[in-house]
């Protein structure tokens, strides 16, 4: 049973766009919320992550969105890139424990 | 620095049978976590385990199995093999194994059972 819900699936931009990928969660124990960037052939690596203390975090061109009340987090690719074309995971857990609990994960494909 | 390292990269094997795959974490690194990627799955954490010790398990039967070395390397076993195992499985190290800790992924082993 899959603790975390990720959406979509998929989705495709073009070069410049805006790229937003939505995940909700039922768990409220859960206090840290990272995203993982996957491409073929690698393994996921931590792309950025954040704390329910903030309501957003920026980086680069990176940015999350989190609100507790909904107990929603997403994740916004401003002016995509080819580059960007990959599959990203959010993930979920409690400060206080040693796994995390991913998203199914959304495959971004960026046309330049 | 060298990256998390895992071993095989490929592996093909029958019904029934058993495999172990090995993961080396980076230098310094005393968590290690598996996981289960398949598609339409995600990743499923499977367990972690920090200065040879079982901290947590995911919700696999317990065909998976585990273990850590005093050199903090990890290996992982599933014994009677399924279709339903074939997956990629990855490991993760990280210095303490919390979350906000950055867990640093290797490429996987990819298996496939016929």
């Known amino acids: 049973q899959q603790q975390v819900k990720q959406s979509p699936q998929s989705l495709i931009v073009q070069k410049g766009g805006i790229s937003i990928i939505n995940c909700a969660y039922e768990?409220?124990?859960?206090?840290?919320f990272p995203w993982y960037q996957q491409f073929p052939g690698k393994g996921p690596a931590l792309l950025i992550a954040?704390?329910?203390?903030?309501s957003e975090k920026k980086e680069g061109r990176f940015t999350i969105s989190f609100n507790k009340s909904a107990k929603q987090f997403s994740l916004h690719i401003m002016d995509s890139q080819p580059g960007d074309s990959a599959t990203y995971f959010c993930?979920?857990?409690?400060?206080?424990?040693?796994?995390?609990?991913f998203g199914a994960g959304t495959t971004v494909t960026v046309r330049a | 620095k060298a990256g998390v390292t895992q071993t095989p990269r490929y592996l093909i094997k029958t019904r029934g049978q058993q495999v172990t795959l090995s993961c080396s974490p980076i230098s310094g690194h005393r968590s290690v976590s598996w996981y289960q990627q398949t598609p339409g799955q995600g990743l499923q954490f499977l367990f972690e385990y920090f200065s040879e010790t079982q901290r947590n398990k995911g919700n696999f039967p317990g065909r998976f199995s585990g273990r850590q070395f005093s050199n903090s390397r990890s290996e992982m076993n599933v014994s009677t093999l399924e279709l339903g195992d074939s997956a990629l499985y990855l490991c993760a190290s990280s210095a303490t194994g919390m979350p906000t800790d950055t867990q640093y992924f290797g490429p996987g082993t990819r298996l496939t059972v016929l």
């Open positions: 954040i704390r329910p203390d903030v």
């Open positions: 768990n409220t124990a859960f206090d840290y």
């Open positions: 993930a979920a857990s409690p400060l206080d424990d040693y796994k995390l609990s």
